[in-house]
């Protein structure tokens, strides 16, 4: 798919529209097909019809969530125009982009993420199986006037089935190649008639992974291993009132940092006559070799309770959230180009057996029989003890409560206000270690072993309140008013023990930098920090239903996402480190600042043929204001993990997309997207002025069919293809510029990720109770990457690979 130019995008918009009024004279006779299913959405906090709602909203409906076989979040994502994800590193760490504003590792999502009514804050809670789901709804644009500080994106509203009034359930199953497995079950039914259900489900997922370690035996780098138990309990005391009562364990065990380290040294490249020194990232040829094998865990625990009661005049809507995520993972070091593990004894022993043993390292790197440079050249991950270990924690429990008082939808004047309170823990840490060549202690600190250390605890309480009001000004107009305020203080405080030194990194010096012995301060310890966020977000938008299939609307709204601090000790490493040993002026602060856009759209939907066919286009200018960028900073003093600001980004763009029923038995669905995106301002990185937006694919665009046909009576023949197109994607704000690094004048020029188009078929049988599906992702085996991550100081880039051809064989039954 060829890249369209935004003035194609209007004239092509501009034109739907004008041929959308149009539509109500272009109706056909009651003998033609069946219409596309009517949707109703809630993602404005208001149940409509998905044509007349006055936003850009990509609905799926339960037969389409079945049919093509969405279980995680990456599934629905890429049927989504505008949207895009990345998630790689770990089970928690999903970064997910709507219209180029993307979440930010460590920090905050940039968008909602509501289940069931309830608005879920970890960052890491949007990663999850999805099991018997009725809808999905995403929100595009800023939504902070509705669901607060981490809505400036937009909002993926989710809805799941209740507990059924007649006892039911379903068992799904499903094998395929990699040895990939899944087993998921419900029961549910009623406990007291009318008054008490109950739904349990239980689910299970596991798969070897594709990519092998070379070193370790031919041990795989991206297994992966789950299973979650969900209860849930809907308590009906009258007719007036009803209780949803949650509760969700889950358990992940996989593989972690499935990324090979690249050089982009043209320098290098030129003077030792080595092209792999300034590698375009598309044409690796990943190898793992790591004598660390990856792994990483996760446990979440989640409860929740949600009322509804209906007064005369307005219906109370309140719930309360507990969440705890708790992450890590275990790896490889990065950092033994660096050579300060050299004169570690486990090092130049392994270095030895290694070179004594013939062993390989992919150019251009290659092993001596001693680990300092020039003998040897390692990159990151190396099959040596030399690049020591990472540790890295992130845990987080939080507590929320939302009370909301709305008019009924009968009312001429909707209406609705409320409050919410939020209460963060999260515990963050990175830590580097001695690898001795045995067991790894899997411990942020541990005496003797830790050579570097950020370790931290942050608090957080955020305080709201919100308003919203809706009225028809005129016939088939209606204008609506939102606003929240959101205060939010944030602080944080050392964990790192003030007296452990290291041995190698900075002999004789504190893990991290920050602790600094003074005679006003001997014990170096590292003063606690606070900082308080607020900002007001109001929302105004417009519709006018110019007839009974067209609708127009106009909407400007205010997003926002916190601020907040890097672990303690960021600032003075990158000083110490990258400033003054390259001398540059990287401006990384222990504490980020609040992000904040203000976003305008206009758009337009209709339904044409007896609403045989759906259509939509917007147009949108977003403004986003210290954009909040995450990066991973190696050189060394070994690994950092730091969020920076974007002073100003500009994003702009467009997006159309068709829902028709053609036939009984064929149904087409497409849409596209295109996001245009300029850094106008960053005092970090002021090279990168002019640059585009990082994690923001030039376009993205899905297409696709489906086909019901019977049989035989009571035995239909389905099947769904779905082609998803994602554009050219850069990751860093650095990206055509020549940079310092540590090994000479790096470019990052041939890091932009290419475009790729993937392929999904689902061929199979479907009954009253029983389903019976192959499938496959990725049908052609398309070759592409999932992530690039330049370190920008190091010379180079991490890259990660796409997931190839998946295959195998679905089963559903239904009691």
Not at 313 to 328: C, E, G, P
Request: charged share 20%; proline share 5%.
């Amino acid at each position: 798919m060829g890249k369209f130019a935004l003035r194609n995008i209007v004239f092509t918009g501009s034109g739907l529209l004008s041929l959308l009024g149009a539509s109500a004279a272009a109706q056909t006779s009651p003998t033609q097909p069946a219409a596309v299913e009517e949707i109703v959405v809630t993602a404005r906090q208001v149940s409509e019809r998905l044509q007349d709602a006055p936003a850009s909203i990509t609905a799926f409906t339960a037969a389409t969530l079945e049919r093509a076989g969405v279980e995680r979040a990456a599934d629905f994502i890429a049927m989504t125009p505008g949207v895009s994800l990345v998630q790689v590193s770990e089970v928690g760490d999903a970064q997910v982009n709507i219209r180029g504003i993307n979440g930010a590792r460590d920090a905050e999502n940039s968008f909602a993420y509501v289940v069931d009514g309830i608005l879920m804050t970890n960052p890491g809670a949007v990663n999850r199986e999805y099991s018997n789901l009725e809808q999905i709804e995403i929100l595009k644009g800023p939504q902070g006037a509705i669901y607060g500080r981490d809505a400036e994106a937009g909002a993926i509203v989710v809805t799941t089935r209740p507990p059924g009034d007649v006892m039911s359930g379903d068992v799904k199953a499903s094998v395929g190649n990699y040895s990939s497995y899944q087993v998921q079950g419900t029961i549910s039914g009623p406990v007291i008639k009318d008054q008490l259900g109950v739904l349990l489900s239980a689910d299970r997922r596991g798969t070897n992974g594709e990519f092998t370690n070379s070193y370790l035996n031919e041990k795989r780098v991206d297994d992966y291993n789950d299973f979650n138990i969900n209860g849930r309990a809907m308590w009906k005391p009258n007719a007036d009132t009803s209780l949803d009562f949650k509760a969700r364990y889950g358990k992940v065990v996989g593989a972690s940092l499935n990324y090979n380290a690249i050089f982009s040294e043209p320098g290098l490249a030129s003077a030792f006559g080595v092209p792999a020194f300034n590698e375009n990232v598309n044409d690796h040829q990943f190898v793992y070799q790591g004598d660390i094998e990856p792994v990483n865990h996760q446990e979440t625990a989640e409860a929740s309770a949600r009322l509804l009661h209906d007064f005369d005049f307005a219906t109370l809507s309140a719930w309360f959230l507990y969440s705890s995520v708790r992450n890590d993972l275990l790896g490889d070091g990065t950092s033994a180009s660096f050579g300060f593990f050299d004169t570690q004894p486990a090092c130049a022993a392994s270095t030895a057996a290694l070179y004594k043993a013939g062993f390989k390292l992919p150019t251009p790197q290659y092993l001596g029989p001693s680990p300092v440079f020039p003998t040897s050249l390692f990159g990151a991950f190396s099959p040596t003890t030399c690049d020591g270990y990472q540790f890295q924690v992130r845990n987080q429990s939080d507590e929320s409560v939302e009370v909301r008082l709305g008019s009924k939808p009968a009312s001429a004047l909707q209406w609705q206000v409320g409050l919410y309170y939020l209460h963060i823990d999260r515990h963050v840490g990175v830590s580097t270690g001695i690898d001795n060549g045995g067991p790894v202690t899997q411990s942020l600190y541990v005496p003797g072993i830790t050579e570097q250390l950020f370790d931290d605890n942050f608090g957080t309480d955020d305080y709201a309140g919100f308003g919203r009001v809706s009225y028809e000004v005129a016939t088939d107009v209606t204008a609506a008013a939102a606003f929240r305020y959101d205060n939010e203080n944030r602080t944080a405080h050392n964990l790192v023990p003030l007296n452990a030194v290291s041995q190698y990194i900075t002999p004789g010096q504190p893990i991290n930098p920050a602790i600094v012995k003074t005679a006003a301060n001997p014990s170096g310890a590292v003063p606690d920090r606070s900082a308080t966020f607020s900002q007001p977000e109001p929302k105004l938008d417009i519709s006018w239903k110019v007839n009974p299939n067209l609708t127009t609307y106009a909407n400007w709204a205010i997003g926002f996402k916190a601020g907040g601090f890097n672990s303690l000790g960021s600032a003075a490493t990158v000083q110490k480190y990258i400033n003054a040993g390259l001398g540059v002026d990287v401006q990384i602060n222990d504490q980020y600042k609040k992000e904040w856009s203000s976003a305008f759209e206009v758009g337009a939907k209709t339904t044409l043929f007896n609403n045989r066919i759906t259509l939509s286009a917007a147009l949108y200018d977003d403004t986003v204001h210290d954009m909040q960028f995450f990066e991973f900073l190696v050189g060394p003093f070994g690994l950092l993990r730091v969020d920076e600001n974007i002073d100003q980004v500009t994003l702009y763009g467009g997006e159309m997309s068709i829902n028709a029923k053609l036939t009984d038995w064929l149904s087409i669905y497409g849409g596209y997207n295109q996001t245009e995106s300029n850094i106008d301002k960053n005092t970090v990185r002021p090279e990168s002025v002019g640059n585009k937006s990082p994690y923001t694919p030039d376009y993205t665009a899905s297409l696709g069919a489906q086909i019901v046909t019977p049989i035989i009576d009571g035995l239909n023949f389905v099947t769904r293809l779905d082609e998803n197109f994602t554009g050219p994607t850069w990751f860093h704000v650095d990206q055509a510029q020549s940079r310092a690094s540590f090994f000479g004048l790096a470019n990052y020029s041939a890091t932009q990720r290419d475009a790729f188009e993937l392929t999904n078929l689902r061929v199979g049988v479907e009954a009253e109770n029983w389903t019976l599906t192959a499938y496959s992702t990725n049908l052609l085996d398309k070759h592409y990457l999932a992530e690039v991550i330049p370190a920008v100081e190091f010379g180079g880039a991490f890259v990660s690979p796409g997931e190839g051809r998946r295959i195998g064989v679905e089963g559903r039954y239904r009691f």
